[in-house]
Structure formats: C-alpha cells, structure tokens
C-alpha cells in the first residue's frame, strides 16, 4: 500500500485475515471502506464481505470519511474502541491526538493547537495528513459527528441536545455536517431510536477490543472507592460528578449477552459536558487499550509471561480528576491500600462539597478542590505535618499554575514539574501519571512490591536494577506494573507490613 497514512495500519495480510474473519481484537485499528457502495466498515461488519478490489484499508475513521466515504448503518463505526497507537509516546501527533480528545479544538483554533505542542498550523497540519490521512480539523469533527450518531441511534434526546451534546453550538451547522458526513439527515437516522433509558439516564455501548478483565479493574477500583463519592461491587461502578449546583451520576456495567462492550447509564445535566464525560468514562476504564500490542511487548519477560497468561486483557485504571489522584498519591505513601483510603474518606468527609440531594442513593459529596485545601487544616485526619503541608502545597502550584495535568506534556516534563514541589518524589510522580494521565510508560520504580515481585522470590531488586529490567517493556511500563501489583495481591495470602506502592 502507498497511502501515506498507512504507516499506522496493520500490514494489509494482516488486515485482510481480520476483515474476513471479522476479529474483534482489530476493531477500531482499521476501517474497511468498499468503493463500490462508498461505506465504511468496522473488520468486525456482519455484511457480507466485499470483493477484495473493491476494498480500500484506513487508519482512521477521519480518514475513510476524509477520502469521501460515509458510515456504515450495520456495523456502526461510532462504536468502535478508539486506536491508541495514535496516541502512544510524547510524539508530536500523540500529544495533538491526546489534547483533541480533551476537548481542545471545541473552543480553541488549530493555531492555538499547534502552539501547545510547540509546531506552526501547517506543519501540524502535515504531520497528520502523513500519518492518518485526515488534518486535525477532520480527526474533531469526525469523533463528534460519530458521537452524534451514537446519541441519535441509541437514546431519545432531542436532536438539539444532541448538537450541543456533540460539540455544535449551531443547530444548522449540525445538521449540515451531519448530513455531508452520513448522507442522511439527523431527523431521518431518528425515526425510530433505540432508545433505552433507566432512573432518567441515558444508556449508551462504549466498546472495547477483548479480551478485557473488568473484573480486575472494578477490583482495584472497589479497593479505593470513597464513600459519599464513589459504589463500587464486583459488578458495577457508578460515581456522582458536578458541578455542585447541577451534578450528574454515572454507571458502569458489563453490557448484557458477552457483548465486546461497557453498559455506561448517565445523567449528565448539562449537555454540552457529554462528550467529555463519556471521554473520561472511556480513560478510567482504559477502554481503547490493544492488548494484544501491549501482550506481545511484555511476554518476552519471564515474571510477566504467566501473569498475561493468568489475566489477559488486564487494563490501566485511569482516574476521574487529576487533582483527587495527586491527593490520594500523598496520603497512600508508605501507607497500605486500606489505610490510604481511611485517610481519603475523612479528607471528602470533612472538606468535600455536600451535594443539597443525593443523585444516587448515598452518593452526595464531590471531592475537594484545590480552592478548598489550599489552607485547610488537615491536622485532623491523622496525617503528618509533612505531608499535610505536601498537599496544601500542591493545591497552591496547581491554583498559580506551576504543575498542571495539561494532556499535551510528556512524561519527563510531567515527572520534572512535580517532584519539584516539596514532598514529592518519583513514585508519587509516576504514579500520578499513571492513573491520572493513563501514560502507558509511566513506572514507579521505587515501589517495594514491584522490586519484590521482579526479583522472582529472591531479594528485592534496587531501584535502578528494576529500571534497567523495565528498558524492554517500553512503551508499556504502565501495564507491567499492574500486572506486578495483580499478581503479588493474588500471591498474598494476607497482607504483611505496610509498604509504599499501589495505596494511592
């Protein structure tokens, strides 16, 4: 293939076997276009397969769409796992990839984009035509067009909410993208919606590529799940969000009949949050991971190998807030998991906002803001002087803008801003970055448990010999550490001693 873009494809042998055998662990790497209907297709479409001749491959769906195709109305390209290949390193185009999906082309300019991660407009521009045949304009509007769709086929909300829902402050604009994208109008897509809807929320699929063990993450989330803000049980998590004035709810589910997909129940009040919400949603639960990629980076190591074996498809839990992750880091050092989350619990209790009504049952606090600990006296949560001050201190550096989670800097930046500030050192760092920024190479590597379980049962490995093991398992770090932390909580017959790792 001499497309430019096809640096980001699988080789065309391998997406041809997948297209044909309709295998799920492709979905989202690759779109299927057939020039003889002018439709786009996830590999996983039940239609019967085109003539080879007729089939053209692409990275992106804003480059299918790009090249002038539309939508399929059967397999639905809006629910395909999104591609994090795009997305992986500090590359130029992963960190424009990663700012478009927090937003930041709904209110700001390509210029502005450009200059956040340090290129002029054209050259960015460039950089994306090369490497997903579709320019950064085309990659936004496509991933809130395919979300409009989403909204339109599987729930009953007024088309109006689903323009703004979808990032369009204009009605007719709306619907005129709409209908150059799918040759359709909204209202025509909308006869009859599938809409499903439960205690007043919207029901959507969020899909990911198998395997997928959920209930590993709903695991490690239960774990440190605050009262008052979050419920987790071995089947469901749910959270409320705000703002306090209008807060809305979420929960997460498997979706019903073995399905390649999340349930996700939302009351979102505010439509125009959405989008970012179900954005966050996707992140926490590390939905557009490749397993298969990170399996066959990691494999190589002899610690690892029985651990994928064990728990195949076991994901990076990301977080809701970054500034609650930074908290929770601080009070879970040198501290166990339970522990950690005692002192979390009484930092909602005593400084977060209570919500006038619950919009769930027993769900009726946000977390504090950086505002409300800037100069808060935490002395009565049972912590340290030390590390009461660390977090008063990180509230004040986020409010003046010396540390930020912004989504386009790279690990080291993130690493270097942070462990300038007093109390915070490179497992605090790396950790934030893990859960916070979901950075799949982001490694503690002064983390007991880790240098225990990378030793095999001999002594615990130095900090620098664990970094120098964890060279090979770039760029997915990240996920070695889970598998580590998983396979030492399923050794561990009981807890022994508190030590410093994984309580945050």
């Avoid at 992140?283 to 490749?290: G, I, Q, S, T, V």
């Avoid at 993130?414 to 790396?430: E, M, S, Y």
């Avoid at 049962?457 to 130095?462: C, K, R």
Wanted: charged share 25%.
């Amino acid at each position: 293939m001499n497309d430019p873009h096809a640096v980001t494809l699988p080789d065309p042998r391998t997406c041809e076997q997948a297209r044909l055998s309709r295998d799920a662990r492709f979905d989202g790497l690759f779109f299927t276009a057939v020039r003889s209907t002018g439709i786009y297709c996830r590999p996983v479409c039940p239609a019967p397969s085109p003539k080879r001749e007729n089939v053209r491959y692409y990275a992106s769906a804003a480059a299918a769409e790009a090249a002038g195709f539309r939508p399929c109305l059967r397999c639905r390209p809006e629910l395909s796992p999104g591609n994090d290949v795009w997305q992986r390193g500090d590359h130029v185009v992963a960190r424009a990839l990663k700012l478009i999906g927090h937003g930041a082309l709904d209110e700001g300019s390509l210029e502005q984009l450009a200059a956040r991660v340090g290129l002029g407009a054209r050259q960015l521009r460039r950089l994306f035509t090369e490497r997903l045949g579709a320019s950064p304009l085309s990659v936004h509007t496509t991933r809130r067009l395919l979300f409009a769709k989403q909204l339109l086929t599987e729930t009953a909300l007024p088309v109006t909410e689903v323009a703004l829902a979808s990032g369009f402050r204009s009605l007719r604009r709306f619907n005129a993208a709409f209908a150059q994208a799918n040759r359709i109008a909204p209202r025509e897509l909308r006869r009859q919606p599938r809409a499903a809807v439960t205690e007043g929320a919207l029901v959507l699929r969020l899909a990911f590529r198998p395997p997928f063990d959920f209930a590993s993450l709903l695991a490690f989330l239960g774990g440190r799940a605050l009262p008052g803000i979050e419920l987790v049980d071995e089947t469901t998590y749910a959270r409320v969000f705000g703002p306090a004035d209008a807060p809305g709810w979420l929960r997460v589910s498997a979706w019903p009949g073995g399905e390649h997909a999340l349930k996700l129940e939302l009351h979102c009040p505010q439509p125009a949050q959405m989008l970012g919400v179900v954005a966050r949603v996707r992140r926490l639960f590390d939905l557009d991971a490749d397993p298969r990629a990170i399996a066959d980076a990691l494999r190589g190591e002899p610690t690892l190998r029985p651990l994928l074996r064990k728990r195949p498809g076991l994901r990076l839990p990301g977080s809701w807030d970054g500034f609650e992750i930074a908290v929770r880091a601080v009070l879970g050092q040198q501290v166990s998991v339970a522990a950690a989350r005692t002192l979390a619990t009484r930092l909602v209790q005593r400084h977060g906002m209570m919500l006038a009504q619950a919009p769930l049952p027993g769900m009726n606090r946000l977390f504090p803001t950086p505002e409300a600990l800037a100069d808060a006296d935490l002395r009565e949560l049972g912590v340290t002087g030390a590390r009461a001050e660390t977090i008063r201190g990180m509230a004040r550096a986020l409010l003046d803008g010396r540390v930020d989670f912004r989504a386009e800097q790279s690990l080291d930046e993130f690493v270097a801003r942070w462990v300038a500030l007093p109390g915070i050192g490179d497992w605090t760092a790396h950790y934030m970055a893990m859960r916070a920024l979901s950075h799949p190479d982001a490694f503690p590597a002064a983390d007991l448990i880790l240098r225990r379980a990378a030793a095999r049962g001999g002594e615990a490995l130095g900090t620098k010999a664990l970094t120098a093991l964890a060279e090979a398992w770039r760029p997915w770090r990240a996920y070695a550490v889970i598998h580590l932390w998983r396979g030492s909580a399923d050794a561990a017959s009981t807890p022994r001693a508190k030590r410093q790792g994984a309580a945050a």
